[in-house]
């Protein structure tokens, strides 16, 4: 009777469908992508500043959503040469990892890059093009999701 009632629960609550021999997940809000997201990604390419600021804003008021948009935020902030800006974009691309965007993967290591190398550390990943590497190219490869030769963050 107990699982019943769990099933009941689960039911109501809009994760699963009605029939319980055929239990689908449906999609919610955490999967779902922010329709905030797009237009402000599109407005980085002709004002970043104000893009991130208007990203910043936005993750502050919990307007993020799947993994995509931290991801697209983590990239969007990270075009920046503030160090604690770097550090939330790395944040962002891990949180974005988490929720399973793939392409996160590249993103967390070219955030951490910028980082490192905003604070003196260097390069880890070398997706900045240059820099003593203490990583060997296969395990870059495996951290950063793609070759390393094919990342590259632009700084603006």
């Known amino acids: 009777m107990a699982a019943g009632i769990a099933v009941s629960m689960v039911a109501t609550m809009g994760l699963l469908g009605a ?21 402000i990604v599109a407005e980085a390419g002709k004002d970043p500043l104000t893009a ?9 008021r919990d307007g993020l959503h799947a993994g995509a948009d931290f991801v697209a935020a983590a990239k969007v902030i990270g075009n920046s040469n503030d160090k604690n800006d770097l550090m939330l974009a790395h944040d962002l691309a891990i949180a974005g990892l988490a929720l399973g965007d793939p392409s996160a993967k590249s993103v967390v290591a070219e955030t951490e890059d910028r980082l490192f190398v905003k604070v003196g550390l260097g390069e880890r990943f070398g997706t900045q ?20 030769s094919a990342l590259r963050l632009s700084a603006e």
């Not at 029939?19 to 237009?39: C, F, N, W």
């Not at 395990?139 to 950063?144: A, D, G, P, Y």
């Open 19 to 39: 029939s319980r021999s055929k239990m689908v997940a449906r999609p919610t809000i955490v999967q779902m992508i922010s329709t905030e997201v797009p237009p």
């Open 52 to 60: 991130r600021t208007k990203m910043k804003v936005l993750y502050r």
């Open 129 to 148: 093009g240059g820099g003593s590497l203490p990583l060997t190219e296969r395990h870059r490869s495996l951290l950063c999701g793609a070759p390393v």
